[in-house]
T-cell receptor, first 114, second 115 residues
Framework: QKEVEQNSGPLSVPEGAIASLNCTYSDRVSQSFFWYRQYSGKSPELIMSIYSNGDKEDGRFTAQLNKASQYVSLLIRDSQPSDSATYLCAVVPIGSGNTGKLIFGQGTTLQVKP | NAGVTQTPKFQVLKTGQSMTLQCAQDMNHNSMYWYRQDPGMGLRLIYYSASEGTTDKGEVPNGYNVSRLNKREFSLRLESAAPSQTSVYFC??????????????FGPGTRLTVT
């Protein structure tokens, strides 16, 4: 099993809908998780970090961590065409110490249609 | 603050040529990283430097060398470029010491083509 897995998509949602992006992880990773947004031709941009079980909300974005089921989700409410991008899930691998290394998923492409 | 900067933005090399990609950060971060991103392959770690004076191999180090010049700067060198090194290269940095220190911040990237 890969350490971090995402469905590559594309995930297509209508404008104004809730977009739900999922990431599953193996038990070889620790409990620090990150969501990055990457527009086509641009670099990844950190949008959410979550370190404990449960939900974390920031504006239209909610990150959900479920340790029992080993997945982390990103919900985008009131999706806008400007949210169309690839969303990368990243985790801290166990045993990485203070290196700060992250493992990235392959990313899910989101398309928000007007 | 400029965050993480990279030069050049674009580069075309012939097979066998060498070049150095430059990266600098002004966030006083301890750790710096070099990734390459290829279609369908995601982000792959080439080398990283957990702190000034240390460097370590990542997932795909072959054909590359790095130098952590000081706390701010981390360069990536291709000694003899190959077409397989055609990619987009990203530099990133992160702090250390707290859980939020794992947050990595990326530079704008260098698009390299080797012919």
């Amino acid at each position: 099993q890969k350490e971090v897995e995402q469905n590559s998509g594309p995930l297509s949602v209508p404008e104004g809908a809730i977009a739900s992006l999922n990431c599953t992880y193996s038990d070889r990773v620790s409990q620090s998780f990150f969501w990055y947004r990457q527009y086509s031709g641009k670099s990844p941009e950190l949008i959410m970090s979550i370190y404990s079980n449960g939900d974390k909300e920031d504006g239209r974005f909610t990150a959900q961590l479920n340790k029992a089921s080993q997945y982390v989700s990103l919900l985008i409410r009131d999706s806008q065409p400007s949210d169309s991008a690839t969303y990368l899930c990243a985790v801290v691998p166990i045993g990485s110490g203070n290196t700060g290394k992250l493992i990235f998923g392959q990313g899910t492409t989101l398309q928000v249609k007007p | 603050n400029a965050g993480v900067t990279q030069t050049p933005k674009f580069q075309v090399l012939k097979t066998g040529q060498s070049m150095t990609l430059q990266c600098a950060q002004d966030m006083n971060h301890n750790s710096m990283y070099w990734y390459r991103q290829d279609p369908g392959m995601g982000l792959r770690l080439i080398y990283y430097s957990a702190s000034e004076g240390t460097t370590d191999k990542g997932e795909v180090p072959n054909g590359y060398n790095v130098s952590r010049l000081n706390k701010r700067e981390f360069s990536l060198r291709l000694e003899s470029a190959a077409p397989s090194q055609t990619s987009v290269y990203f530099c990133a940095s992160s702090g250390t010491g707290t859980s939020s220190s794992y947050e990595q911040y990326f530079g704008p990237g260098t698009r390299l083509t080797v012919t």
